[in-house]
C-alpha cells in the first residue's frame, strides 16, 4: 500500500509539514489496515443493494426478507426477474426529486434564521462550529428549524388546502426516487472527492491515506463548501435526509389511511417518537455542530450517499413496513413501547445535553444539583498549537462514556416493538444502529485515546464503562 501522504505545504504559522505532522494525529485514520479496505470496498459494492433489497422485499414480498432468500435457492425466481419486476426511473420522480433537492437548497442559502429572534431558548442564526484539527473554527448558518417549519406547514396547507399535489406522493414513487437519490448520492459524494484534489476549501484539514477506496468512501475534505455558506456536511445530512424523514413517516401515514380506511396506533407510533427525534435534532442543529459528524468525519461516500440513500430508506423502514402490514397494537403493547421510546429519548436529550452544558460554560454549571466533576485535558492541533479542553465525570458521563449512545438505542428499539413481531424487516434499523453506534463509539474512543494520551486513560479508569454499567 502506497505510504501514507499528506499535502506538503507549508502551514497558515510556517511550520514545516514534518512538524505539523508531528503535531496533531487525531482526526480519521492516515493508514488503512486490510480490514478497514475490505469493509470499505464491501460497503461501496453492496450498501446500495442491501438497500434496494429491503425495499423489494416490501414491494414484491409483502416485507419478509426471508422469502425472497428462499425462493431464490429453490430457484423459483431469480435476481433478474426481481430486478425486471422493480419499477424504474421516471422523469416524474426526477422532477419531484429536482423541486425537493432545490427548495431544501433554497431555504439552507437564501432563508437566514429568524426563528431564534422569537421562539425563547432557541439557538439559531450564525454559530461557530468546533476547532477543526488544521486550528480553524468555522461559521455555519443554523437555520434548519426554520426550514423543517416552513417545509411542514406547506405539507400541511397542500393536503389541507391547496391540492398541488397527493400526500401520498412519496409513497407512490418511492421506488422511481431512489434511482434519483442515487444518482444525488453519488454524484456528490464524486464532486467533494475531486473537489478535495483540484479545489480544497482548506487544504490543511485535508486527509490523504494513499487508497483511493478509501478516500472516497470515507473523505478527504474535512469541511468541503462552495463559496462561504454552502457546508456539505450541515446541508447533505440535515436537509435532504433529516428534513426527509418526518415526511416520508407523513406520506406513509398517508397512504395506509388511503389503503385501508383508517391509520393504526402503531403508525402514529412511530410518526411521534421518530418526529420527537427529528424536531431535536433541528432544535439542538448549533449542538449538531460539535458532534462526531461535523468535528471529526471528513466528507466522503460514507456521508454523501448515506444521507441521500441510506437514512430516507432506511430509517424509515418501519413506516414502509406498516403501510403493507398494518399492526394495531393492544393498550398496553402501545403504552409499552411509548414509554420505552420516551425513557430512551430522555436518557439521550439528557446526556447530550449534559456535555453540552458543560462544555459551554466551561464547568461552571450545574449537574444533578452538583458541581460537576472532570478531568483537564491538553490536545495539539495540526498548526502545534497547545489546547485545553475537559471530560466531565458526573452525571449521565459518569455512569458511562457514552450513555447518550445508550438512549439513543432504547428509542431504536421502540421503533422497531411498534411494528409488532410478524416479520424481521422492520428490526433491521435496531440491528444496524447496534453495529453504527458500538462501531462508533470504539472508533471515537481510539480517536479520543490518540487526541488526548494519558488524559484519556484517566478518564476511562474513572469511567470504566461504554454503554451499559457493570456490562459493556
Ligand atoms: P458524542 O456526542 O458522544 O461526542 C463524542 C465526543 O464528545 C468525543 O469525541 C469527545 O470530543 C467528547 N467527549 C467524550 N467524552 C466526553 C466527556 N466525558 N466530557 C466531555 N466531552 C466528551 O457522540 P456523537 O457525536 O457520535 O453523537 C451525538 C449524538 O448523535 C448521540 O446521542 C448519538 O446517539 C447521535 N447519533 C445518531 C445517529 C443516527 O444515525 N441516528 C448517528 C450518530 C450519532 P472532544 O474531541 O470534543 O473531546
Known amino acids: 500500500m502506497e505510504a501514507t501522504r499528506r499535502r506538503a505545504q ?45 425495499v423489494m422485499a416490501c414491494d414484491q414480498y409483502q416485507c419478509s426478507i426471508s422469502q425472497p432468500l428462499v425462493e431464490l435457492y429453490r430457484g423459483e425466481t431469480t435476481l433478474l426477474s426481481i430486478w ?23 431555504l439552507y442559502m437564501c432563508v437566514p434564521d429568524i426563528t431564534h429572534k422569537f421562539i425563547p431558548g432557541y439557538v ?61 448520492g453519488y454524484a456528490v459524494s464524486t464532486f467533494a472527492f475531486i473537489k478535495a484534489y483540484l479545489f480544497p476549501t482548506n487544504a ?59 391509520v393504526t396506533n402503531s403508525m402514529i407510533l412511530v410518526n411521534v417518537l421518530q418526529g420527537i427525534y427529528v424536531l431535536d435534532f433541528f432544535w439542538n442543529e ?3 455542530l460539535k458532534t462526531i459528524d461535523i468535528c471529526h468525519d471528513h466528507f466522503g461516500w460514507y456521508l454523501g450517499w448515506g444521507d441521500c440513500v441510506w437514512l430516507p430508506y432506511l430509517y424509515t423502514l418501519q413506516g414502509l413496513y406498516l403501510v403493507y402490514q ?9 403504552l409499552a413501547v411509548l ?25 461552571s454549571c450545574s449537574i444533578w444539583g452538583q458541581k460537576p466533576s472532570y478531568i483537564e485535558c491538553s490536545y495539539r492541533s495540526s498548526d502545534g498549537g497547545l489546547h485545553r479542553s475537559k471530560l466531565l465525570t458526573s452525571g449521565f458521563w459518569g455512569v458511562a462514556r457514552h450513555l447518550n449512545y445508550t438512549g439513543d438505542l432504547m428509542g431504536s428499539l421502540a421503533y422497531c416493538a411498534a411494528c409488532g413481531f410478524g416479520h424481521l424487516l422492520p428490526y433491521f434499523y ?15 474512543e481510539h480517536r479520543c485515546s490518540s487526541k488526548y494520551g494519558k488524559d484519556w486513560s484517566r478518564y476511562t479508569d474513572a469511567v470504566p464503562y461504554r454503554l451499559i454499567p457493570g456490562v459493556f
Open 10 to 54: 507549508p502551514s497558515a504559522n510556517g511550520k514545516s509539514p514534518e512538524q505539523v505532522d508531528q503535531a496533531a494525529q487525531w482526526g480519521r485514520a492516515w493508514e488503512v489496515d486490510w480490514f478497514s479496505l475490505l469493509s470499505v470496498i464491501g460497503l461501496l459494492c453492496f450498501a446500495p443493494f442491501i438497500v434496494f433489497y429491503f
Open 84 to 106: 425486471t419486476r422493480a419499477p424504474s426511473f421516471t422523469w416524474t420522480a426526477a422532477k419531484i426529486y429536482a423541486i425537493w433537492v432545490g427548495f431544501q437548497v433554497f
Open 124 to 184: 439559531g442564526g450564525v454559530q461557530d462550529g468546533a476547532r477543526t484539527p488544521a486550528g480553524l473554527i468555522n461559521k455555519y448558518e443554523i437555520n434548519g428549524l426554520q426550514c423543517w417549519l416552513i417545509t411542514h406547514a406547506l405539507w400541511f396547507l397542500n393536503a389541507k388546502y391547496f391540492h398541488w399535489f397527493s400526500p401520498t406522493i412519496v409513497f407512490d414513487n418511492w421506488i422511481p426516487l431512489m434511482w434519483c437519490t442515487n444518482i444525488l
Open 204 to 262: 490543511e484539514d485535508c486527509k490523504f491515506t494513499g487508497n483511493v477506496f478509501y478516500n472516497y468512501m470515507m473523505g478527504i475534505e474535512f469541511n468541503p463548501r462552495i463559496g462561504e455558506w454552502f457546508d456539505f456536511k450541515l446541508f447533505f445530512n440535515g436537509r435532504p435526509g433529516i428534513v426527509a424523514w418526518t415526511l416520508i413517516n407523513l406520506s406513509y401515514m398517508a397512504k395506509q389511511e388511503e389503503l385501508y380506511g383508517h
Open 286 to 288: 448549533a449542538w449538531y
Open 326 to 334: 398494518p399492526v394495531q397494537l393492544s393498550d398496553t403493547q402501545a
Open 339 to 363: 414509554a420505552l421510546g420516551l425513557v430512551g429519548y430522555y436518557i439521550f436529550r439528557s446526556t447530550n445535553h449534559q456535555k453540552d452544558l458543560f462544555r459551554r460554560t466551561e464547568g
Open 430 to 444: 435496531i440491528v444496524y444502529m447496534t453495529i453504527l453506534l458500538v462501531h462508533r463509539c470504539v472508533r471515537d
